[in-house]
């Protein structure tokens, strides 16, 4: 049963299974949220318009033995005509609303099809939910069944996707291939016993808001941090400026007076640029440790 821990530890009933379904579009996370709930129409939608794909849809199923498996579907990330912004947003939504938390995140993307193009939806999931949520998540490929190919072939072509070991790394060896095209209910219970058997390598079953509070306040230090390093940089770069300008001027006039007031070519133009270069080497160290002064605050 998949809502038990493995054998050879102490058997501990997860009642309720929480999913999040995210990854870019077209790649079937509505196709196996539906295939998970063994409900095919469950995220699919008759609007012509495709607003439904631009919110979160959440639905539950419960088996005999009253386990239940919620599964979120969230909107595609980088689709055309949706900000990465609300997708974020919406992916949020889920995490906070599927109280108290979704055990994993399942990154959905094509067996066949992975890029470094591929590799953004987990590079956006980790610096909105923090490296500490790449922990939940866990890779999903999709395929339709060729019956001219084994799972040979495909463990073959994941060797020389330079890509996809990336990706499968990044998360641990956290995978698995669906075959959507087979409804039957033998690959789902793969799946989510799976889903717990990984569960139990963590203290923290699932991820929690305050998981993502804590996220968020990194993120926005970062942020900040990075807007003083500008700032610095940037009044860095404008005293060197000042001081290069005042140097040439100041070592122009001393040059002149220098030289019994006669600036010739060469002697003004070479003691001038040397006296300049004094001035420029004190002004930059003075700016120097302007700078280090004001990035220590």
């Known amino acids: 049963m998949w809502s038990t821990v493995p054998q050879g530890k102490d058997e501990q009933e997860l009642p309720e299974l929480r999913i999040v379904l995210f990854g870019r579009t077209t790649v079937g996370k509505s196709t196996l949220g539906g295939i998970i709930l063994g409900d095919s129409a469950a995220f699919t939608s008759s609007d012509p318009h495709g607003e439904r794909t631009k919110t979160c849809h959440v639905e539950r199923k419960t088996d005999s033995d009253s386990h239940s498996v919620v599964v979120v579907d969230t909107p595609g990330l980088f689709k055309m005509g949706s ?6 947003k919406e992916i949020k939504w889920a995490t906070e609303n ?5 055990h994993v995140f399942l990154l959905v993307e094509r ?20 490296k500490r949520a790449v922990a939940y998540v866990t890779v999903v490929f999709t395929y339709k069944k060729d019956p001219r190919e084994n799972e040979a072939d495909i463990k073959e ?10 990706l499968i790394e990044r998360c641990q060896w956290r995978y698995f291939i ?8 033998v690959q789902v219970t793969k799946l989510l016993e799976k889903i717990t058997q990984e569960r139990q390598d963590y203290s923290d079953f699932f991820y929690t808001p305050q998981m993502l509070q804590a996220a968020e306040k990194a993120a926005n230090e970062e942020r900040r941090e990075d807007d003083r390093r500008r700032k610095a940089s940037e009044n860095r770069l404008a005293i060197l400026e000042k001081s290069g300008l005042m140097g040439i001027f100041l070592g122009s006039v ?15 133009a070479l003691l001038g640029a040397l006296l300049g270069m004094i001035l420029i ?8 440790c302007v700078f280090e002064k004001y990035h220590k605050k």
């Open 281 to 288: 080497m004190g002004m930059t160290f003075s700016g120097i």
């Open 157 to 166: 072509y994941m060797k020389k996707n330079e890509h996809l070991r990336e």
């Open 254 to 268: 001393v040059g002149y007076f220098s030289c019994g007031g006669e600036l010739t070519p060469t002697s003004g």
């Open 98 to 102: 599927v109280e108290p938390g979704p």
């Open 178 to 185: 669906f075959n959507i095209a087979d409804r039957s209910p």
């Open 111 to 130: 067996l066949k099809i992975i890029t470094s193009e591929e590799l953004k939806a987990l590079q956006v999931f980790e610096h909105t939910f923090g």
């Open 83 to 88: 900000s990465e912004e609300d997708v974020v």
